[in-house]
């Protein structure tokens, strides 16, 4: 059982928390790009723009983005959304330091959930081609709410499948759109600073409860809390 300080579950964000999919997402992009002409986009520069959704990825890495016709700006959305549906798990990996911190969560009997604005239909392949298809109690999607994040409606709905009080929850993410939803929701907040962070952003200002830099770091938190 969990402590009476340690909360009762643990809810994460998906891309730029618990995974890196930036390889494969933007490898996606160098497919649409591709079939303009273009060569492969310089992913170290794009990395920051994953988390905005596949629009967001093609508005800032295909030239000329807005100058294309809504059905132009459709099928390079569906080319990357198809090129990524099959190609979601090539470079694509767990951050480090993620699995042994889940396993230390599990340890100490807190449920564990996930809520992203990632659909089902790749959110689930990545869980399964982790290794962690049973290892989450809840999978709440874009598609699964009627609002995504920075809507409370995912997390409360988190907490409801992990039959968990927000209030005794934390969400972690590295989106300033997960701190909104989360506090909304009337849950404890901590910013993933390895995330997908914009360079202009200063998540410190987002009045999270916390920002940790590396995974481990969040057990630490957790400690002071219980000690406190």
């Given at each position: ?152 409606e995912g997390v409360l709905a988190a907490c409801r499948g992990l039959d968990a009080q927000p209030e005794r929850t934390v969400f972690v993410g590295d989106d300033r759109r997960d701190v909104l939803a ?47």
């Open positions: 059982m969990a402590s009476a300080a340690f909360p009762e579950a643990v809810l994460f964000d998906l891309d730029g928390t618990l995974i890196d999919s930036a390889p494969d997402l933007l490898a996606a992009l160098d497919a649409v790009r591709a079939d303009f002409g273009l060569p492969p986009s310089d992913h170290g520069q794009l990395r920051e723009h994953v988390s905005r959704g596949a629009v967001g990825i093609l508005a800032a890495g295909l030239p000329g983005w807005g100058a294309l016709t809504e059905a132009e700006r459709n099928n390079a959305r569906d080319r990357l959304l198809d090129f990524y549906a099959g190609h979601c798990w090539v470079h694509s990996a767990p951050f480090e330091g993620i699995e042994a911190l889940l396993e230390r969560l599990r340890e100490r009997g807190i449920h564990l959930g996930i809520v992203t604005n990632k659909i089902s239909r790749f959110a689930e392949p990545v869980l399964e081609h982790a290794g962690w298809g049973g290892d989450f109690g809840c999978l709440v999607t874009g598609d699964r709410v009627e609002r995504s994040k920075p809507d409370p989360g506090a909304a929701a009337g849950v404890p907040t901590v910013v993933a600073a390895w995330g997908y962070i914009p360079k202009d952003e200063r998540p410190g200002d987002w009045n999270a409860d916390a920002v940790i830099d590396r995974p481990e770091e969040l057990l630490a938190w957790l400690g002071a809390r219980e000690a406190g």
